[in-house]
């Protein structure tokens, strides 16, 4: 028997390394594809463990009249709908009045510490582009602040703060003769002052050190042509120096606001549990309506609504500044 091929048909050939080349290459590529994931992976479960779960928690114990009488079984707390945050939004009441307080105290101490952290850190680092003896030094001592333990820093000016024997009274009346007598700084409408105080003087390290590493990615030439040109210092910054730091200044603004705006550990180890309300900050006050007064339901409440807030300005900013750069470029 004899097999005939019709012409034109060419000859199928078959080789079997072929047909066990495919099969290995796309093996290969789910690994390199599916390796930075598999990388990822504990990073993400971390993360959730961390930070999304008790969030998701935080928001379930919103909803449930949480207090001292179910702290044993959290889950057998009755649910309220929306009523924790009605009495948290009702500012005719004491709750709602007390948390708008603490809020527009938190929106005036944030925008004092990230302006003064913001132009304090940006005039040093220009002040360190020229070259002078001991400019590594100083370098070092300015990043002091930032480097030491917030718990350190702020008992320090505890310390420091203290009516008859601290350093500022020390300063202020008894060498300079600045005050009338000796002033408290830890209580009454002086707080605000003193906790102002603490957050510039560790914040403003932190913008020295972004804006330093800014300014090394702008040219030297500009700056010569510009000299050469006639501009002065001020011109220079104006015209050279700030639109170039742009970019690094509106991540840096945005980091200090939420920071500062979600700071506990300073006004906390300041004041201790209580703050004076001329300091009660919101990260204090929801502190403190949850684990001072045992209303967990409502403390959690006012933390989700800080989240929102929190959320609500970071996308209008991050809108406004890419807006921005669009209409620059």
Request: hydrophobic fraction near 50%; aromatic fraction near 12%; charge should be positive.
């Amino acid at each position: 028997m004899t097999t005939t091929v019709e012409a034109g048909t060419p000859p199928v050939r078959t080789s079997p390394s072929g047909a066990a080349r495919g099969p290995r290459r796309r093996t290969g590529r789910i690994r390199r594809v599916g390796l930075p994931y598999l990388l990822l992976l504990p990073a993400l479960l971390l993360e959730l463990l961390v930070h999304l779960v008790p969030m998701v928690i935080g928001v379930v114990m919103s909803f449930k009249e949480l207090t001292q009488f179910y702290i044993r079984d959290w889950g057998a707390a009755p649910w309220t709908a929306l009523d924790n945050y009605k009495v948290s939004v009702d500012f005719d009441a004491p709750v709602g009045e007390a948390l708008l307080h603490s809020f527009l105290v938190t929106v005036a101490f944030t925008l004092l510490s990230v302006g003064l952290c913001w132009l304090i850190g940006t005039a040093a680092a220009v002040f360190m582009q020229d070259t002078f003896r001991g400019r590594g030094l100083l370098r070092a001592l300015f990043l002091v602040p930032y480097a030491l333990p917030v718990y350190a820093a702020v008992i320090t000016w505890v310390f420091m703060f203290q009516h008859d024997n601290g350093l500022v009274n020390h300063v202020l009346h008894d060498q300079l003769g600045l005050t009338d007598k000796p002033s408290f700084w830890l209580i009454g409408d002086n707080s605000f002052i003193a906790l102002l105080t603490v957050s510039v003087w560790k914040g403003w390290p932190f913008a020295f050190l972004i804006v330093m590493a800014g300014l090394q990615n702008i040219p030297r030439e500009l700056y010569e042509a510009a000299a050469l040109d006639g501009a002065g210092m001020w011109q220079q910054i104006r015209r050279i120096t700030l639109p170039s730091l742009r970019p690094v200044n509106q991540v840096l603004v945005l980091v200090l606001f939420l920071w500062t705006f979600n700071d506990f550990n300073t006004p906390y180890v300041l004041f201790g549990r209580t703050a004076p309300a001329a300091a009660d900050l919101i990260s204090v006050h929801i502190y403190q309506a949850s684990f001072v007064t045992w209303n967990f339901g409502t403390g959690s409440a006012m933390s989700v609504l800080l989240l929102l807030f929190l959320l609500l300005v970071t996308g209008v900013y991050l809108a406004l500044t890419s807006r921005g750069r669009r209409a620059a470029s």
